[in-house]
Structures are given as structure tokens and as C-alpha cells.
């Protein structure tokens, strides 16, 4: 499933973002982060102390839509997920299975139907 999750991922990417992979990635500085970088940063940080649950509301919630660079961070962001080790996603009350209703449901917000029969 961590392979198919990959797949999507860069699908997703290549359909939408007219790139390879999704790569977001945060300025060296912090004052020179914008409220998307600023968002990336919380959620990974919750992510990574077991508050997946949470950083995923988080990002839900601010999403801007129809904005390119905040797809691109949320799809780094369930890769991110998805890179995550079993246990610790089981351990914090996440599955690989909510990853990709997460990446799915991103791709329909943007108009990429039919993943359902990817996986």
C-alpha cells in the first residue's frame, strides 16, 4: 500500500502540479515563511509527536483552495505520512488507509476523479 500511496502522489502531482513529486519545502529562515510554510511547519511538527489526528484538521482547515502551492504542501504532507512507520501510525490512531482517503479526497477537490480504482 506504501508503494500505491507513492503512485497517487505523484499522479496527483504530475496531473495537477506539472512536476515528478510533490516536494514542499520550508525557507531556511522562519521570518521568511508564509502562512502555507507556517501551516506545513505546525502540522509536521503535531505529525511527528503522534498528533496525526489533529494535524490533519489542521490542515483541512486551513487549506486555501485553488491555491497550487498549498495542494503541493498537503500532498508532501500525507507523503509524509505515508513514509511514517507502521506501528507509529497504528500506535497514534492512524492507518496508511486514511492517508489515501486523504490524498483522494485532496485530488477530488481539484477535480481528479476515478483513484478509486487505482487501489
Do not use: C
Request: aromatic residues 8%.
Amino acid at each position: 500500500m506504501i508503494r500505491s500511496i507513492q503512485d497517487i502522489g505523484r499522479l496527483i502531482a504530475k496531473l495537477l502540479l506539472h512536476e515528478q513529486m510533490p516536494d514542499y519545502t520550508l525557507p531556511e529562515k522562519e521570518e521568511d515563511y508564509t502562512q502555507a510554510d507556517k501551516l506545513f511547519a505546525r502540522i509536521t511538527e503535531l505529525a511527528d509527536q503522534g498528533e496525526i489526528n489533529q494535524a490533519e484538521n489542521e490542515l483541512l482547515v486551513g487549506m486555501v483552495e485553488e491555491d497550487a502551492d498549498y495542494l503541493e504542501m498537503a500532498l508532501t504532507f500525507y507523503l509524509y505520512l505515508n513514509d511514517m512507520d507502521g506501528d507509529f501510525l497504528d500506535d497514534h490512531d492512524y492507518s496508511r488507509e486514511e492517508v489515501l482517503e486523504g490524498i483522494k479526497t485532496l485530488a477530488e477537490d481539484w477535480g481528479v476523479v476515478g483513484l478509486e480504482t487505482l487501489v
